[in-house]
């Protein structure tokens, strides 16, 4: 490509980057020339920092292979640098300097209607909402009218009056962008059809010609409605958020449109409403239900100072929130977008589809053509009959229902996902996570809560209450900021323990603290600062021992060189992991590993708890990605579990990266390829079964659809096939994958009694 974009006028010198892709020219040349050139290649060029974006909403778009005609379309006129369809979405995004009316022009050659996104859409009248129908309804009627009149009143040319009614009025859409279509030499299914219906008027079966075009007129207004009900998953998300809230400014409570307010402005959310945007809470107390953002079932308390999410409910009492986040930068906006966009990450089996239609149909067209010719023109067959047959084909060749098979079932997959607080961000990782063998956990924050509890205090001696022990310990480590001594003085505030005043306060890095406490000495901290302090252990090994083989920080607490007591703390095992570790064992994992950077004995007691069936420990953020390329190579396909920071190089290694708690953090929501946006493992094992049941759809699907193709083209030699069936044939096709592709909209994650 370098060197052919050298010899282009102008060029007086060319340097590709690869690795950065990256081309740079020197020279007079036309930009448009240099874009054009690559695309032959099937390369995208742009100008750095110079393309403008935009986004057209479409409306009309029913059939998934004229999408990609469209694309193809839009993307080979002039000054369009890329132009990227989502069928699922109705979304089209352009690239490159171009009037938006050129796109609006070239959507309506396809019956489509656009408008750029953010504009007000034309009001949509009865008749554009409902005119599939009204057409259908009136072509059946003149159909249905032509039949009684030939088969029963025997009046034929009143019939073929009637008959070429319903070919000009079931028809007319079709022809129009048959026209346009014909023009570019694009032989799409709306060629085809008009191919079919003009090719049975030539030869006199005008009863054949008015099925095809009322039968063709159903089969658009049914897909439509499919593809709609698919659609619904997606903008069901987008309904969400309200358009209206309640600001709070100088004193007075004013109701503005989301998109004026702007981080720092004060909301007031009234109980049963629903919260208009991100923010902190800064007054009041209630329970919001998250389960649009996170797909918890049960509310979540809300006071002072915690985080609330746009599209939440609030339940009880009112809320000031303080802003945070523009709306288009909310959790929910972010959600909706990565949704959309979904799609764009073709799954390997949509991948195969694609390149299947594309070589199908114009085998397909020469197939007819021959089935037409050449029996009539070698062998003296009669003419009408074997270009009936061709015709017949020609319908039937239509590959809708196998272009269709797969976005919508990975479009309904994706949204019910969302829905349920699971983020997949593409149709390629819902495949890949439908597939895999092995799911690797991070254990901190992932398995367990990731905070330090304190789970065991003993006290020297039987007298010797806990809460004294706790009183002193609490007292040090009140000054210190390591995890281990925020625990202990979390559960002294907790059992209402009022602190000492210490004095000579002073942090052991790596080991404890000591202070002097109403004129004592006191130290806290591990076994190896006593030892080294020369304190008499003896007693308290079989204690220490037994902690630790649990997985447990032991800390001693002593007084004037007297140990009084000993204080375990622990990373607890989150509520839900273990149920979470055997639902993916019960849905077809075949092992479970975690990874840590722990040493044994805590590895070990979690591991066991938490019933993972390896774990590795003392392991370095590197030596994690090893593992994980070393366990694809055992087993296969690999997900990686962890918070979408430090487990990053993992989760990038591993088949699939999963990120825990995505709601609450920008980085998983850009790292992972599935994001879990509460923090809640049990949703795991449900992506993993919607993943299957994905799997399985779309296998259906496309089983399906090239079984009733094939079958319907071996009819056609023998003369079995009308055309009336093969367009019956190609529209109940259609329409049965996308229902099955719609069943994914039901799928729910098991509820845990």
Request: hydrophobic fraction near 50%; proline fraction near 3%; charged fraction near 20%.
């Amino acid at each position: 490509m370098e060197r052919d974009i050298r010899r282009l006028p102008g060029v007086e010198a060319g340097l590709l980057n690869f690795s950065a892709a990256k081309l740079t020219i020197q020279g007079s040349a036309n930009p448009e020339s240099i874009i054009q050139e690559a695309k032959k290649h099937s390369v995208t060029a742009r100008l750095e920092g110079k393309a403008l974006s935009r986004v057209f909403l479409l409306t009309g778009l029913s059939c998934a292979d004229c999408a990609a005609k469209l694309e193809k379309n839009i993307s080979n006129l002039p000054g369009v640098l890329t132009a990227q369809l989502n069928f699922t979405a109705a979304k089209l995004t352009v690239e490159g300097n171009i009037n938006p009316e050129i796109i609006i022009q070239e959507a309506f050659k396809e019956g489509v209607d656009a408008h750029p996104e953010g504009s007000a859409p034309k009001a949509i009248t009865f008749w554009e909402q409902n005119h599939r129908v009204v057409i259908s309804a009136i072509a059946g009627v003149l159909f249905l009218a032509g039949w009684v009149t030939e088969s029963i009143l025997q009046l034929q040319s009143m019939s073929v009056g009637l008959y070429l009614a319903a070919i000009a009025i079931g028809g007319y859409a079709t022809a129009r962008k048959a026209a346009f279509s014909f023009l570019r030499l694009n032989f799409n299914m709306n060629v085809l059809m008009m191919i079919a219906v003009t090719g049975a008027v030539l030869i006199g079966e005008w009863s054949e010609g008015a099925a095809v075009a009322f039968l063709f007129s159903v089969s658009e207004t049914l897909e439509s409605y499919t593809i709609d009900k698919a659609r619904q998953s997606i903008r069901s998300l987008m309904e969400i958020t309200p358009k209206i809230a309640t600001v709070i400014r100088d004193g007075k409570e004013l109701a503005m449109p989301v998109e004026e307010i702007r981080p720092g402005d004060v909301l007031l959310i009234k109980p049963g409403e629903k919260i208009a945007m991100d923010g902190r809470v800064v007054s009041g107390h209630s329970s919001v239900n998250q389960a649009a953002i996170t797909g918890e079932s049960i509310p979540v308390e809300k006071a002072g100072g915690d985080t609330v999410f746009a599209g939440t409910l609030n339940q009880q009492g009112a809320l000031k929130v303080q802003v945070t986040k523009l709306a288009s930068d909310s959790a929910i906006a972010r959600i909706i977008s990565m949704v959309e966009e979904a799609q764009s990450r073709r799954a390997p089996s949509q991948a195969f589809v694609d390149r299947f239609a594309r070589y199908y149909t114009p085998a397909v067209m020469v197939l007819a053509a021959g089935i037409s010719i050449i029996p009539p023109l070698f062998f003296a067959e009669p003419w009408n009959s074997w270009i009936y047959r061709g015709l017949t084909l020609l319908v039937v060749s239509c590959p809708c229902a196998l272009v269709v098979s797969t976005p919508v079932a990975i479009v309904s997959a994706i949204g019910n996902a969302a829905r349920n607080g699971v983020l997949i961000k593409g149709g390629i990782y819902l495949e890949e996570a439908g597939s895999l063998s092995v799911v690797a956990f991070d254990k901190t924050g992932t398995l367990t809560q990731g905070i330090p509890e304190v789970t065991d205090i003993i006290a020297a001696r039987e007298d010797s209450a806990e809460n004294e022990i706790l009183k002193i310990a609490a007292s040090v480590e009140k000054m210190s900021e390591h995890p281990l001594a925020s625990a202990i003085v979390n559960i002294a505030h907790h059992r209402g323990i009022e602190l000492l005043e210490v004095a000579g306060f002073e942090a052991i890095t790596g080991k404890g603290a000591r202070a002097h406490i109403e004129g004592k000495a006191v130290m806290v901290g591990s076994p190896r600062l006593f030892k080294e302090n020369r304190f008499d252990l003896s007693s308290w090994e079989n204690d220490i021992r037994k902690f630790q083989s649990q997985g447990k920080t032991t800390m001693l607490v002593g007084i004037d060189g007297d140990i009084k007591g000993i204080i375990a703390v622990a990373d607890t095992l989150r509520q839900n992991s273990a149920d979470a570790v055997k639902m993916l064992k019960a849905g077809g994992i075949k092992k479970t590993v975690m990874l840590t950077g722990d040493n044994a004995f805590t590895a070990s007691a979690v591991a066991k708890t938490a019933g993972v069936d390896e774990y590795i420990s003392d392991l370095l953020p590197e030596d994690k990605v090893t593992a994980i390329s070393q366990l694809r190579n055992k087993y296969g396909k690999v997900a990686m579990v962890g918070d979408g920071v430090n487990d990053a190089p993992a989760m990038a290694t591993a088949t699939v990266g999963v990120a825990m708690g995505g709601a609450g953090t920008d980085t998983a929501l850009e790292t992972a390829d599935i994001v879990l946006m509460a923090d809640d493992l049990s949703k795991l094992p449900f992506a993993i079964m919607l993943s299957r049941a994905a799997l399985r759809v779309i296998k259906q699907n496309i089983t399906f659809a090239v079984a009733v193709k094939m079958a319907a083209v071996l009819l056609v030699f023998p003369g079995w096939l009308t055309l009336w069936l093969a367009i019956l044939a190609d529209m109940g096709a259609s329409v049965l994958v996308t229902l099955n592709g719609i069943r994914l909209i039901r799928v729910r994650p098991e509820v845990k009694h």
